[in-house]
């Protein structure tokens, strides 16, 4: 009797580099591993093995393969892999992934609420998304991800894998995924992967004479010197080293009686007995050439089903009874070719797909075409509606049966399905399919064409759906208005794509098709993707131009009922309006919400949410909202929104001087957007770290972000005012160069006048008012035009404005006015630490001339912030005025940071401070002098100026103090 059970010879270089990959996952050092090799090579044996090397760690399992069925079904590996876990894996806590959850349960149901909508990017999130969950399925143990199969998965999966495959590092997960060694997109990446040294590709090679005769052996339970060298001799010549053909071959032997078990072991009955078959062909042609007619034919129908099949089609396909199903299934001979499927209940499955190959290559050309008909009419009638890989299955029958244009409906259908679950790669193929089968000139083929275009499109392939546009004027049945449809979903494409040059194209095609007498409901959507793209182009009129194309769209839709088209305008109207009427501004985004609950629109109400926060922090500060925003953007699964949420949070935080926080938060999303390729967040996010290193005073680091924001393709003039404004000017500042600090403002406010942004903090309301009020150059009517105008209500600017303000008042000779000029700056500016602290330091030197208000208190509080966060020359130009103006200022000794703010502030020394300590306990002169290492005198000294400081009347009131003050 033979031994059937999956044996692993051959291979100990593989199964050592397996077990390495696995030690390293179970330490948190993921990483992939690819097996790749021809046709039963044992690439699926191998992979086996790797799972028991990862059950036996300990490790998390999750496992799927590509499509036997259809070799074009989205996701079939990933979602039988996420499945695998839910029904065997144990808890995982799904709440830890947060937007990312909805976007796998549109995968698997069982994971929570499907995304409200697919946003641009969804594929890459699905990519990330599945990232996150197998570190936390491994959380502690490791996850072994195998993917069988990959040559038949979708372009989907393989994008996924691909993602994975370079992301895999920093956690504890292993995939593993095994490739049939064509040339294909599955084996391409994987070569790549391996190329950049993101992978590990294990190219199986054929077996030698050696580890042949092992795996014979161990088939036959015998050492491998018992092996008969006849047998060996045929199982070498006629495998050429293949594994499955090795097993084949020697069943082959066995079951026709060339090769018996004798009481003396193994041996050939009948050296005169012709060699058995030296390939597989001929191996599956004689085992058919001994089963009867029926029996052929049920195997030569499931051939045509594919390597796996139910019972049910091929029931309906033979007309025969289950149990005579089964009792052919089961045959001596049949049961060498199929198996029940270990995975699926009432499914068999070949034990090879070469297998298949053999048996289809039996079949004659007409007896084929004819039974794959045949079969398609059984697939239909078992599945109605040929729900999920039906349709493509049941499409490449109707091919194979003779009946290209019914194959051709099938493919657009299952390019349409695709192009629905965000699979728009694999929907591209699919309908391209459809397109060289379907009639030309007909309303089919032009449907189809459209519906390719809008895939290529969803798949950001823009340059390849501008060349196939122009085919849909070619063709009849597609009406001008769907044409311009499409022409509109494309410039949308170049909006998200960075392409305005393309999107421009693309509107201005639209309109033409339109006519100069469309219905204003028909144009309206062109106008809102015009005026975004108008956003972008060069000149000093474009924000009205785009405000004006956005308005009319707004107002049209509303009244043609196309809500998402008035939610998209009335967002972009609220952006553009702000710096004119912020009250506007805000009512506008308001509605907008508004109409996105009316008509369950949950993506266009997180978009909305996320700029009336924005809003919200502009007017005073304040980032509830933004907060809320990034909520309910997790809660939906608005990956890109959320992001764009915490890059305002960002902002904030950094305005704040929360610098710590701001850091973290600003790494946390870069490290996920540039891994998503998610590309102007990225670009704003290297932005705000420009910003964050500039008010830290960190020119290098200021440098180094700027260089990464053009790495990211950022256009320097196009964000110049921030540039310049924002980072530039505060890094002059924190480096005492108000020369500098004057120059980038006037760049900011000279690059916002030749191309008008939506950026509001470029210092034309603020800082610049400020630098030019100390330097002398700003009048008070210059001064009243700037802070009139609805633009400068912005929280951040009031502070600068109303310390200019205090500058003006003080050279009119109103020291009252600048005194309470300088308060509201101080009230105003309670959320802005440095930009509070800045302005004291500016304002200072000028009160101190002036005579008012409390420059020798600012000063004190200047430098004590500028010491702490790290800015020695701001901190180093505050003691230097303290100094000049007759105040005392002590050296900052290591102990400073010890010393309460309230003592800091009064002028006690780090030596002060240690005496007035020992004073909790009521210590005499003596035995401080002596604590301390001082003389008595000295300490005398010490206790006489901590009363002077503190105001106390004597040292038992300066004792009771020290009580109070200083902590325990």
Same mark, same amino acid.
């Given at each position: 009797? &033979?031994?059937?059970?999956?044996?692993?010879?051959?291979?100990?270089?593989?199964?050592?580099?397996?077990?390495?990959?696995?030690?390293?996952?179970?330490? *948190?050092?993921?990483?992939?591993?690819?097996?790749?090799?021809?046709?039963?090579?044992?690439?699926?044996?191998?992979?086996?093995?790797?799972?028991?090397?990862?059950?036996?760690?300990?490790?998390?399992?999750?496992?799927?393969?590509?499509?036997?069925?259809? #070799?074009?079904?989205?996701?079939?590996?990933?979602?039988?892999?996420?499945?695998?876990?839910?029904?065997?894996?144990?808890?995982?806590?799904?709440?830890?992934?947060?937007?990312?959850? #909805?976007?796998?349960?549109?995968?698997?149901?069982?994971?929570?609420?499907?995304?409200?909508?697919?946003?641009?990017?969804?594929?890459?999130?699905?990519?990330?998304?599945?990232?996150?969950?197998?570190?936390?399925?491994?959380?502690?143990?490791?996850?072994?991800?195998?993917?069988?199969?990959?040559?038949?998965?979708?372009?989907?999966?393989?994008?996924?894998?691909?993602?994975?495959?370079?992301?895999?590092?920093?956690?504890?997960?292993?995939?593993? +995924?095994?490739?049939?060694?064509?040339?294909?997109?599955?084996?391409?990446?994987?070569?790549?992967?391996?190329?950049?040294?993101?992978?590990?590709?294990?190219?199986?090679?054929?077996?030698?004479?050696?580890?042949?005769?092992?795996?014979?052996?161990?088939?036959?339970?015998?050492?491998?010197?018992?092996? #008969?060298?006849?047998?060996?001799?045929?199982?070498?010549?006629?495998?050429?080293?293949?594994?499955?053909?090795?097993?084949?071959?020697?069943?082959?032997?066995?079951?026709?009686?060339?090769?018996?078990?004798?009481?003396?072991?193994?041996?050939?009955?009948?050296?005169?007995?012709?060699?058995?078959?030296?390939?597989?062909?001929?191996?599956?042609?004689?085992?058919?050439?001994?089963?009867?007619?029926?029996?052929?034919?049920?195997?030569?129908?499931?051939?045509?089903?594919?390597?796996? !099949?139910?019972?049910?089609?091929?029931?309906?396909?033979?007309?025969?009874?289950?149990?005579?199903?089964?009792?052919?299934?089961?045959?001596?001979? @049949?049961?060498?070719?199929?198996?029940?499927?270990?995975?699926?209940?009432?499914?068999?499955?070949?034990?090879?797909?070469?297998?298949?190959?053999?048996?289809?290559?039996?079949?004659?050309?007409?007896?084929?075409?004819?039974?794959?008909?045949?079969?398609?009419?059984?697939?239909?009638?078992?599945?109605?509606?040929?729900?999920?890989?039906?349709?493509?299955?049941?499409?490449?029958?109707?091919?194979?049966?003779?009946?290209?244009?019914?194959? +051709?409906?099938?493919?657009?259908?299952?390019?349409?399905?695709?192009?629905?679950?965000?699979? @728009?790669?694999?929907?591209?193929?699919?309908?391209?399919?459809?397109?060289?089968?379907?009639?030309? $000139?007909?309303?089919?083929?032009?449907?189809?064409?459209?519906?390719?275009?809008?895939?290529?499109?969803?798949?950001?392939?823009?340059?390849?759906?501008?060349?196939?546009?122009?085919?849909?004027?070619?063709?009849?049945?597609?009406?001008?208005?769907?044409?311009?449809?499409?022409?509109?979903?494309?410039?949308?494409?170049? &909006?998200?794509?960075?392409?305005?040059?393309?999107?421009?194209?693309?509107?201005?095609?639209?309109?033409?098709?339109?006519?100069?007498?469309?219905?204003?409901?028909?144009?309206?959507?062109?106008?809102?993707?015009?005026?975004?793209?108008?956003?972008?182009?060069? *000149?000093?009129?474009?924000?009205?131009?785009?405000?004006?194309?956005?308005?009319?769209?707004?107002?049209?839709?509303?009244?043609?009922?196309?809500?998402?088209?008035?939610?998209?305008?009335?967002?972009?109207?609220?952006?553009?309006?702000?710096?004119? $009427?912020?009250?506007?501004?805000?009512?506008?985004?308001?509605?907008?919400?508004?109409?996105?609950?009316?008509?369950?629109?949950?993506?266009?109400?997180?978009?909305?949410?996320?700029?009336?926060?924005?809003?919200?922090?502009?007017? $005073?500060?304040?980032?509830?909202?933004?907060?809320?925003?990034?909520?309910?953007?997790?809660?939906?699964?608005?990956?890109?929104?959320?992001?764009?949420?915490?890059?305002?949070?960002?902002?904030?935080?950094?305005?704040?001087? $929360?610098?710590?926080?701001?850091?973290?938060?600003?790494?946390?999303?870069?490290?996920?957007?540039?891994?998503?390729?998610?590309?102007?967040?990225?670009?704003?996010?290297?932005?705000?770290?420009?910003?964050?290193?500039?008010?830290?005073?960190?020119?290098?680091?200021?440098?180094?972000?700027?260089?990464?924001?053009?790495?990211?393709?950022?256009?320097?003039?196009?964000?110049?005012?921030?540039?310049?404004?924002?980072?530039?000017?505060?890094?002059?500042?924190?480096?005492?160069?108000?020369?500098?600090?004057?120059?980038?403002?006037?760049?900011?406010?000279?690059?916002?006048?030749?191309?008008?942004?939506? !950026?509001?903090?470029?210092?034309?309301?603020?800082?610049?008012?400020?630098?030019?009020?100390?330097?002398?150059?700003?009048?008070?009517?210059?001064?009243?035009?700037?802070?009139?105008?609805?633009?400068?209500?912005?929280?951040?600017?009031?502070?600068?404005?109303? !310390?200019?303000?205090?500058?003006?008042?003080?050279?009119?000779?109103?020291?009252?006015?600048?005194?309470?000029?300088?308060?509201?700056?101080?009230?105003?500016?309670?959320?802005?630490?440095? @930009?509070?602290?800045? +302005?004291?330091?500016?304002?200072?030197?000028?009160?101190?001339?002036?005579?008012?208000?409390? #420059?020798?208190?600012?000063?004190?509080?200047?430098?004590?912030?500028?010491?702490?966060?790290?800015?020695?020359?701001?901190?180093?130009?505050?003691?230097?005025?303290?100094?000049?103006?007759?105040?005392?200022?002590?050296?900052?000794?290591?102990?400073?940071?010890?010393?309460?703010?309230?003592?800091?502030?009064?002028?006690?020394?780090?030596?002060?401070?240690?005496?007035?300590?020992?004073?909790?306990?009521?210590?005499?002169?003596?035995?401080?002098?002596?604590?301390?290492?001082?003389?008595?005198?000295?300490?005398?000294?010490?206790?006489?100026?901590?009363?002077?400081?503190? +105001?106390?009347?004597?040292?038992?009131?300066?004792?009771?103090?020290?009580?109070?003050?200083?902590?325990?």
């Amino acid at each position: 009797m &033979v031994n059937r059970s999956s044996l692993v010879v051959g291979r100990d270089d593989e199964l050592r580099t397996i077990e390495n990959a696995v030690a390293a996952a179970r330490d *948190g050092r993921g990483g992939a591993v690819f097996l790749v090799g021809e046709s039963g090579i044992g690439k699926t044996r191998l992979a086996a093995a790797a799972a028991d090397i990862g059950y036996s760690a300990g490790m998390r399992l999750l496992r799927g393969r590509g499509s036997v069925l259809g #070799p074009t079904v989205p996701y079939r590996s990933l979602t039988e892999a996420l499945l695998s876990l839910v029904r065997t894996g144990g808890p995982i806590d799904l709440d830890a992934l947060g937007p990312y959850r #909805p976007i796998l349960a549109a995968l698997v149901p069982d994971l929570g609420p499907a995304p409200a909508d697919q946003e641009p990017g969804s594929l890459v999130i699905l990519a990330e998304a599945v990232l996150r969950l197998t570190a936390l399925a491994g959380e502690g143990r490791g996850a072994l991800l195998i993917l069988d199969d990959l040559q038949d998965a979708d372009l989907e999966t393989l994008a996924v894998v691909d993602y994975l495959t370079d992301n895999l590092a920093g956690q504890g997960t292993l995939l593993v +995924g095994t490739i049939r060694a064509d040339q294909g997109q599955a084996l391409s990446f994987a070569r790549a992967a391996g190329v950049r040294g993101a992978c590990a590709l294990l190219e199986l090679g054929r077996l030698d004479r050696t580890d042949v005769r092992r795996l014979a052996a161990a088939r036959l339970s015998v050492e491998p010197t018992q092996v #008969p060298d006849a047998v060996a001799d045929l199982l070498w010549a006629g495998s050429g080293g293949n594994p499955f053909r090795v097993e084949e071959m020697l069943d082959g032997m066995v079951d026709s009686g060339l090769l018996a078990r004798t009481e003396a072991g193994w041996r050939v009955t009948d050296s005169n007995r012709p060699t058995p078959p030296a390939t597989l062909l001929r191996t599956v042609g004689a085992r058919l050439e001994s089963v009867e007619p029926t029996a052929r034919e049920v195997l030569f129908t499931c051939a045509v089903l594919g390597k796996r !099949f139910p019972l049910t089609v091929l029931q309906e396909a033979t007309g025969l009874t289950y149990r005579d199903l089964l009792s052919h299934l089961h045959g001596d001979n @049949a049961a060498h070719l199929v198996a029940p499927d270990e995975q699926t209940p009432d499914w068999y499955a070949f034990q090879h797909a070469l297998i298949v190959d053999a048996l289809l290559t039996l079949v004659p050309a007409a007896e084929r075409a004819a039974l794959s008909g045949k079969v398609a009419d059984a697939v239909e009638s078992v599945y109605p509606g040929l729900p999920g890989e039906w349709c493509q299955v049941t499409a490449a029958l109707r091919l194979d049966s003779g009946q290209a244009v019914a194959a +051709g409906r099938l493919w657009a259908m299952a390019g349409k399905r695709a192009l629905g679950q965000g699979a @728009a790669q694999s929907a591209v193929a699919l309908l391209a399919r459809a397109c060289d089968l379907l009639a030309p $000139d007909t309303g089919e083929r032009a449907a189809a064409l459209e519906s390719q275009l809008h895939a290529l499109a969803e798949a950001g392939e823009v340059d390849r759906a501008l060349a196939m546009v122009y085919l849909l004027d070619e063709v009849t049945g597609l009406p001008p208005d769907r044409r311009a449809r499409l022409h509109t979903r494309l410039a949308w494409v170049a &909006v998200h794509a960075g392409r305005p040059e393309v999107g421009l194209q693309s509107v201005a095609a639209a309109r033409a098709l339109l006519g100069s007498g469309a219905p204003d409901a028909d144009t309206a959507a062109i106008d809102v993707v015009a005026a975004h793209l108008e956003i972008d182009v060069p *000149g000093p009129n474009q924000l009205d131009k785009a405000e004006e194309m956005a308005r009319r769209a707004a107002v049209v839709a509303e009244s043609a009922g196309l809500p998402a088209v008035a939610c998209q305008a009335w967002q972009l109207v609220g952006a553009l309006t702000r710096q004119r $009427d912020p009250a506007e501004a805000t009512a506008l985004l308001e509605r907008s919400r508004v109409i996105a609950v009316e008509h369950n629109l949950p993506i266009w109400e997180v978009h909305a949410l996320v700029r009336l926060g924005h809003d919200d922090a502009l007017r $005073d500060g304040g980032i509830e909202r933004l907060e809320v925003a990034r909520d309910s953007a997790s809660r939906i699964g608005a990956v890109t929104a959320r992001y764009q949420a915490e890059v305002n949070i960002a902002l904030q935080l950094i305005l704040r001087g $929360d610098f710590d926080e701001a850091d973290r938060l600003t790494a946390q999303v870069l490290t996920a957007t540039t891994r998503l390729k998610l590309v102007e967040t990225t670009q704003y996010m290297l932005l705000h770290r420009t910003v964050l290193s500039a008010h830290r005073g960190r020119r290098a680091d200021m440098d180094e972000a700027l260089a990464q924001v053009r790495h990211w393709g950022g256009d320097q003039a196009h964000h110049a005012p921030r540039i310049h404004g924002l980072a530039g000017a505060f890094c002059a500042l924190m480096e005492e160069n108000h020369d500098l600090a004057r120059s980038e403002c006037a760049a900011a406010i000279h690059a916002e006048n030749r191309n008008p942004t939506t !950026f509001h903090l470029s210092g034309r309301y603020g800082l610049d008012l400020l630098l030019r009020a100390v330097s002398g150059d700003l009048t008070a009517e210059e001064f009243a035009t700037k802070t009139s105008a609805p633009a400068s209500r912005l929280r951040w600017d009031r502070v600068f404005s109303d !310390f200019a303000a205090a500058v003006l008042a003080s050279r009119a000779g109103r020291p009252e006015d600048a005194s309470a000029a300088a308060a509201r700056a101080i009230a105003t500016g309670a959320p802005y630490a440095m @930009a509070r602290h800045l +302005g004291l330091r500016l304002v200072a030197p000028i009160a101190l001339t002036g005579n008012w208000g409390q #420059p020798i208190d600012w000063l004190r509080a200047a430098e004590e912030h500028f010491h702490r966060t790290g800015v020695p020359a701001v901190a180093g130009a505050c003691r230097t005025l303290l100094r000049k103006g007759g105040a005392t200022v002590s050296q900052r000794r290591e102990g400073t940071d010890e010393i309460p703010a309230a003592l800091r502030s009064a002028g006690v020394t780090v030596r002060e401070y240690e005496v007035l300590r020992l004073l909790v306990d009521r210590l005499c002169n003596r035995e401080i002098a002596d604590a301390l290492h001082l003389s008595p005198r000295t300490v005398e000294k010490h206790v006489s100026s901590l009363i002077a400081k503190t +105001g106390e009347p004597n040292r038992i009131a300066l004792s009771k103090y020290a009580s109070t003050t200083v902590p325990s």
